[in-house]
């Protein structure tokens, strides 16, 4: 079986038959369900493909994913796959006591590299506070995210946070709610032009503090690995960090070793033939600037690609080349690949924006943005350069 057998997408081809088999209880209520490794083997594709499929099984609830242990079937009886998630869906909500807060959270969607702190920060913050947190995924895209805008306040949400979907506008529902002063908070990133409380990392000081770790270790010849930046300002906010990086130390900045056109890891963009299209051009872009010695992934799955374009050309990570980037999963016991990256305090940010957004229905003030330190966390990914490195 090849990623090219059938005109699905392999990740909801797996998807579906592992849901199949947790249905017929194949795998029954608290078995282990089969790893991303497994899968990958199984199937003859990428980690990346059944890692996909993998986290859209935990997020129709119907596995639980336990980090160093596996992904286990949920437990059918309670209804629930996490004892400790306070997340309802919107029938559930409707069940609601008129006399209780209820936030809506719109996100693009979540997964055990990034998302997930945010939710736990956030359900943490609801639990201590007394409310209720009501969950819509817009896969990072617009329209998804005005009907969720749409349909939450229909539904009578009291406040809402949206991690706005990535594109070069913002999506005017947004605008229509920063008009009527609704309370709103926006994580991960700030909107341009709009006068919205935000809650994100510091991602400038972030990039420039990992472009400096790499530049420790005496690379200097940098490819800038990201998707288009399309005035998304996380994007932006962490070029301009590796600029200044650069600056400081005097280097040149050679956008010639950039690539900035990747797509197939945006949520409205994964497919198969994308995630290919985008390894062969990394492995075509390494062969032709051989002076690179050090890849900058500006989020996990893209460091994910990039190591493999790397083995595809029979070179190691990082005996001949570095990569560093943001997020990487836990590791435990062995499981998993430990990437040096910038790891974000999701938690905190998630607790944060839960807080702000109930001061603001309390008619308090809150701060316009706030951004958190991210801190480096070495990994196996990155080592001193080698210059004598072939091609």
Same mark, same amino acid.
Not at 62 to 79: E, Q, W
């Given at each position: 079986?090849?990623?090219?057998?059938?005109?699905k997408p392999?990740?909801?081809k797996?998807?579906?038959?592992?849901k199949?088999?947790?249905?017929?209880e194949?795998?029954?209520p608290?078995e282990?369900?089969p790893?991303?490794?497994?899968?990958?083997? #199984?199937y003859? @594709?990428s980690?990346?493909?059944?890692?996909?499929a993998?986290e859209?099984l935990?997020?129709?609830?119907?596995?639980v994913?336990?980090?160093?242990?596996?992904?286990?079937v949920?437990?059918?009886?309670?209804?629930?796959? !996490?004892?400790?998630?306070n997340i309802?869906t919107?029938?559930?909500?409707?069940?609601?006591h008129s006399?209780d807060k209820t936030?809506?959270l719109i996100i693009?969607d979540?997964?055990?590299s990034?998302?997930?702190g945010?939710i736990?920060g956030?359900?943490?913050a609801?639990r201590d506070?007394d409310c209720?947190?009501?969950?819509?995924?817009?896969?990072?895209?617009?329209?998804n995210?005005?009907?969720?805008i749409?349909?939450l306040l229909?539904?009578?949400?009291d406040g809402?946070?949206?991690?706005?979907a990535q594109?070069e506008?913002?999506?005017?529902?947004?605008l229509?709610?920063?008009i009527?002063?609704?309370?709103? *908070?926006?994580?991960?990133?700030?909107?341009?032009g709009?006068?919205?409380a935000?809650i994100?990392? /510091?991602?400038?000081?972030a990039?420039?503090?990992?472009t %400096?770790y790499l530049?420790?270790?005496?690379?200097?010849?940098i490819?800038f690995l990201s998707?288009p930046p399309?005035?998304?300002?996380? *994007?932006?906010?962490r070029?301009?960090g590796f600029?200044?990086?650069?600056?400081?130390?005097?280097v040149v900045?050679?956008?010639?070793?950039? *690539?900035?056109d990747?797509?197939?890891?945006?949520p409205?963009?994964?497919? #198969? !033939?994308?995630?290919?299209?985008?390894?062969?051009r990394?492995?075509t872009?390494l062969?032709s600037?051989p002076?690179?010695?050090?890849l900058f992934?500006?989020?996990?799955?893209?460091?994910?690609?990039?190591?493999t374009?790397? %083995?595809r050309?029979?070179?190691?990570?990082?005996?001949?080349i570095s990569?560093?980037?943001f997020d990487?999963?836990?590791t435990?016991?062995?499981?998993?690949y430990?990437f #040096?990256?910038m790891?974000? /305090?999701?938690e905190?940010m998630?607790?944060?924006?839960l807080?702000?957004?109930?001061?603001i229905? /309390?008619g308090?003030?809150?701060p316009?943005k @706030?951004?958190?330190e991210?801190e480096l966390?070495p990994?196996?990914s #990155?080592?001193?350069?080698r210059?004598?490195?072939l091609?």
């Amino acid at each position: 079986m090849t990623e090219s057998t059938s005109s699905k997408p392999m990740y909801e081809k797996i998807f579906d038959e592992v849901k199949e088999s947790i249905l017929t209880e194949v795998y029954k209520p608290g078995e282990r369900v089969p790893s991303e490794k497994e899968l990958a083997e #199984t199937y003859k @594709v990428s980690r990346i493909t059944s890692k996909k499929a993998l986290e859209m099984l935990a997020a129709e609830r119907l596995i639980v994913r336990k980090p160093g242990r596996g992904s286990f079937v949920a437990d059918a009886s309670t209804g629930q796959p !996490d004892p400790g998630m306070n997340i309802t869906t919107p029938a559930a909500a409707m069940k609601i006591h008129s006399g209780d807060k209820t936030v809506g959270l719109i996100i693009t969607d979540f997964g055990n590299s990034y998302g997930t702190g945010l939710i736990y920060g956030m359900e943490q913050a609801s639990r201590d506070s007394d409310c209720f947190l009501v969950l819509r995924r817009t896969f990072g895209i617009p329209e998804n995210e005005e009907q969720a805008i749409q349909k939450l306040l229909k539904l009578g949400v009291d406040g809402l946070i949206i991690f706005p979907a990535q594109g070069e506008y913002f999506n005017a529902e947004i605008l229509k709610l920063v008009i009527r002063r609704f309370p709103l *908070v926006l994580v991960d990133r700030h909107l341009k032009g709009v006068a919205a409380a935000s809650i994100s990392s /510091n991602n400038l000081e972030a990039a420039l503090d990992a472009t %400096e770790y790499l530049f420790d270790l005496g690379h200097s010849h940098i490819s800038f690995l990201s998707p288009p930046p399309v005035d998304t300002t996380a *994007v932006e906010d962490r070029i301009e960090g590796f600029i200044q990086a650069h600056a400081q130390r005097g280097v040149v900045v050679d956008k010639e070793l950039w *690539v900035s056109d990747l797509t197939s890891t945006l949520p409205k963009s994964f497919n #198969t !033939d994308n995630i290919e299209r985008d390894l062969s051009r990394l492995v075509t872009h390494l062969q032709s600037h051989p002076s690179i010695t050090a890849l900058f992934a500006i989020e996990y799955n893209i460091a994910l690609l990039a190591k493999t374009a790397v %083995e595809r050309l029979g070179l190691r990570v990082p005996e001949d080349i570095s990569i560093i980037c943001f997020d990487s999963p836990p590791t435990h016991l062995g499981s998993g690949y430990a990437f #040096t990256h910038m790891r974000q /305090n999701e938690e905190e940010m998630g607790r944060i924006a839960l807080e702000n957004v109930l001061s603001i229905m /309390n008619g308090q003030s809150v701060p316009n943005k @706030v951004m958190l330190e991210a801190e480096l966390v070495p990994g196996n990914s #990155t080592g001193p350069v080698r210059h004598n490195k072939l091609l």
